[in-house]
């Protein structure tokens, strides 16, 4: 299986702050990486498809980078509705995996 | 609207199996993958494998093969996970999550159902 690393695991960040989460995959995936926001008790949401495209709907403030084994995440500008965890993805393979996870919490 | 619908929260013994259902609506339904993702209190996201209703084919993670099962049942446009010989450790929040093909991403998910396994 295709192992994706995500770090860091955890982060503290201010409202208005500039964040990048990076994910790495144990091989080259292409631009087959996806991203999702999570909050607590609620199903994951698409934010960014194919490393670098914005889902419909997603803030402009979310944008993705990457491709082969290194990808990132960043926001702008942190919001507080972006306090949240963020999963990184490939389905390059047949048997897809997700990275850890990233909790962005409130400084 | 696309909604993906579960089933309610279960509590097992170990050792049992149980069976969550994803009703699928606003939508057609054998056009889509369907993929199942558990996720166990306080950690990240798992694959655990995907279903194609089409043509009826299935692929499952490694760590759940022998153990899982996904069908469906095109009458009613719903899908169906059971995983069998339940452990503590499979106690989690299962989710079914649609992808337009084998390598889109998974753009509309179930609210997810809490399957508890305890003595």
């Known amino acids: 299986d295709i192992q994706m690393t995500q770090s860091p695991s955890s982060l503290s960040a201010s409202v208005g702050d500039r964040v990048t989460i990076t994910c790495r995959a144990s091989?080259?995936?292409?631009?087959?990486l996806n991203w999702y926001q999570q909050k607590p008790g609620k199903a994951p949401k698409l934010l960014i498809f194919?490393?670098?495209s914005l889902q419909s709907g997603v803030p402009s403030r979310f944008s993705g980078s990457g491709s082969g084994t290194d990808f990132t995440l960043t926001i702008s500008s942190l919001q507080p509705e972006d306090f949240a965890s963020y999963h990184c993805?490939?389905?390059?393979?047949?048997?897809?995996?997700f990275g850890q996870g990233t909790k962005v919490e409130i400084k | 609207q696309v909604q993906l619908v579960q089933s309610g929260a279960e509590v097992k013994k170990p050792g049992a199996s149980v069976k969550v259902s994803c009703k699928a609506s606003?939508?057609?339904?054998?056009?889509?993958?369907m993929h199942w993702v558990r996720q166990a209190p306080g950690q990240g996201l798992e694959w655990m494998g995907l279903?194609?209703?089409?043509?009826?084919?299935?692929n499952y993670a490694q760590k759940f093969l022998g153990r899982v099962t996904m069908t469906w049942d095109t009458s009613t446009s719903t899908l169906y996970m059971e995983l069998s010989s339940l452990r503590s450790e499979d106690t989690a929040v299962f989710y079914c999550?649609?992808?337009?093909?084998?390598?889109?991403?998974?753009?509309?998910w179930g609210q997810g159902t809490t399957v508890t396994v305890s003595s």
């Open positions: 279903i194609n209703p089409s043509y009826g084919s299935t």
């Open positions: 993805q490939q389905s390059y393979s047949t048997t897809w995996t």
């Open positions: 091989q080259s995936i292409s631009n087959y």
């Open positions: 999550a649609r992808a337009p093909s084998s390598t889109s991403p998974m753009d509309v």
């Open positions: 194919a490393a670098s």
């Open positions: 606003g939508y057609t339904f054998t056009n889509y993958y």
